[in-house]
């Protein structure tokens, strides 16, 4: 197995896709509020409309990936680790059908609860489940964050350098 890794803030490019923790309702983040973590991020800069249900699919923009961990906005722990399992199962299978592009995982914090009520290091572990269940596909790409994090042993490491 080989992870591969980013540095630094997942920026707009042809072959890269944005990949958030999303709700199946179409709502992206609020830009009046300035709030939804990834999801805003997802709406502002990778074309993610409001509305648009990121229902564990690809964006009508081609540009982001929303990974279903919530049911609604605010329901930390809405979905079980086996339906996150799942989930990243599902993401792996997309990534595979379009092995041109790069699946950026937005997640980049270890300690720390995300908007989901996971925190990093429970959602790395998820990753890492699902990776040794179906093999990574070798276009997935996590935070240099959370590589730096995983006891990796004799695992290749690979930096991707295309964004600082």
Not at 40 to 57: H, P, T, Y
Not at 65 to 80: E, F, N
Not at 140 to 150: A, P, Q, T
């Amino acid at each position: 197995m080989e992870f591969k890794y980013y540095v630094g803030a997942i920026r707009p490019k042809d072959n890269v896709i944005f990949v958030f923790g999303s709700n199946p309702l179409g709502i992206n983040g609020n830009p009046q509020r300035r709030t939804g973590g990834a999801a805003l991020v997802a709406n502002l800069q990778f074309g993610v409309e409001q509305g648009e249900k990121m229902d564990n699919c690809m964006s009508k923009s081609g540009k982001a990936y929303g990974m279903v961990t919530v049911t609604a906005p605010g329901r930390k722990r809405s979905l079980s680790r086996e339906e996150l399992l799942k989930n990243i199962l599902k993401l792996y299978t997309v990534a595979r059908e379009n092995s041109d592009k790069l699946f950026c995982i937005a997640y980049k914090n270890w300690d720390e609860v995300s908007l989901n009520g996971y925190s990093g290091s429970e959602l790395c572990g998820l990753f890492l489940e699902a990776a040794y269940a179906s093999n990574l596909p070798e276009n997935i790409v996590f935070s240099k964050e959370w590589v730096d994090r995983i006891p990796l042993g004799s695992i290749k490491v690979e930096a991707i350098n295309f964004i600082v």
